[in-house]
């Protein structure tokens, strides 16, 4: 009796799956994505438990359609807010860090003569990061290439070195020209990522030792605060950098350049108070044309415009 019992079961059981099958192929057909999305989960569930699921998925449907869902919808869309603050500034870094594109292409190129020409030309110009792009030389299959590279990169070391042999033999304590002309040389081999990681950690260190007697000897000087930002940053000392920018604005507050530092400085670590704080004390020494692309959205969005220099 309990085998017959059993092959009933079975039975329905496959009969269920059949015809959940067939029913799944006609719907398909005749219904919209959205409402045949719910006849699939009730037949998935119908599985598990056979014509009783379906039953209750199709309750439970029903009574969801007694509701206006749209409500839901406007509410959540109003809670979402996908706009980016300040997407001014995402553009402005995306241009800035594309602009050296063509130059990679160009070292990978197929043509030797345009890698050749690209290596002894172009990276061989003061710009950032030129240990980076003769790297790739350096790693091409073309042992031509290869060459090249190695030997720009020995002539460019060989250059920072005798620039900077030059600077400390005219170094004078009495002459703050020459302990900028020193210090802009370190900031400048750090920049182009040739040295080793070694000498980039002495290189660094010598840099701020300037920057800092600078600052000790002289009156401020705007390259002092801004070098020491960047150090800084750099060596991850968030204290000393909020200190040196908020010195940087007493002593400067007619650049515009020290308020916006210390407003990125703010606005990376979301203390949204003092980033308005610090738009507020500009509103009377600048006018929102003054604000570079970069930033400003972040004004107009955040700022009371009627209240800035030109609106007066």
């Excluded at 014509?51 to 919808?73: Q, T």
């Excluded at 705007?222 to 908020?246: A, F, H």
């Excluded at 004390?281 to 970069?294: G, I, K």
Aim: charged share 25%; proline share 3%.
């Amino acid at each position: 009796m309990e085998a017959i019992d059993s092959l009933v079961w079975i039975g329905l059981y496959v009969i269920h799956a059949i015809l959940a099958f067939v029913l799944l192929v006609v719907l398909k057909r005749k219904m919209k994505a959205l409402d045949y999305g719910v006849a699939v989960v009730a037949l998935c569930f119908g599985l598990f438990l056979p014509f009783v699921a379906e039953v209750a998925v199709y309750a439970i449907y029903r009574f969801a359609e007694r509701f206006d869902r749209s409500g839901l919808i406007e509410d959540y869309d109003e809670y979402i807010d996908f706009r980016v603050v300040n997407y001014e500034q995402i553009r402005h870094d995306a241009k800035t860090s594309s602009s050296l594109l063509p130059l990679a292409d160009a070292i990978n190129s197929k043509d030797p003569a345009i890698r050749k020409h690209s290596i002894l030309t172009h990276v061989n110009q003061s710009i950032n990061n030129q240990g980076k792009y003769l790297q790739m030389g350096l790693n091409s299959t073309d042992s031509e290439t290869v060459h090249y590279a190695a030997a720009t990169m020995n002539i460019l070391i060989d250059q920072y070195e005798q620039e900077l042999k030059l600077a400390k033999h005219e170094y004078d304590l009495g002459n703050p020209e020459t302990i900028h002309r020193l210090a802009t040389i370190y900031k400048r081999m750090i920049h182009s990522e040739l040295i080793t990681e070694v000498m980039l950690k002495d290189r660094r260190e010598a840099w701020l030792k300037e920057i800092l007697k600078a600052k000790t000897l002289y009156p401020p000087s705007p390259w002092i605060y801004e070098d020491l930002n960047e150090v800084y940053i750099t060596l991850k000392r968030p204290r000393d950098q909020l200190e040196i920018l908020k010195e940087y604005v007493h002593h400067f507050p007619e650049r515009i350049e020290a308020h916006l530092m210390l407003i990125d400085f703010y606005y990376e670590r979301e203390r949204w108070t003092e980033v308005k704080a610090v738009m507020f004390m500009m509103q009377t020494q600048f006018s929102l044309d003054d604000v570079p692309y970069e930033h400003r959205l972040l004004f107009e969005e955040w700022s009371d415009s009627t209240s800035w220099k030109n609106e007066l």
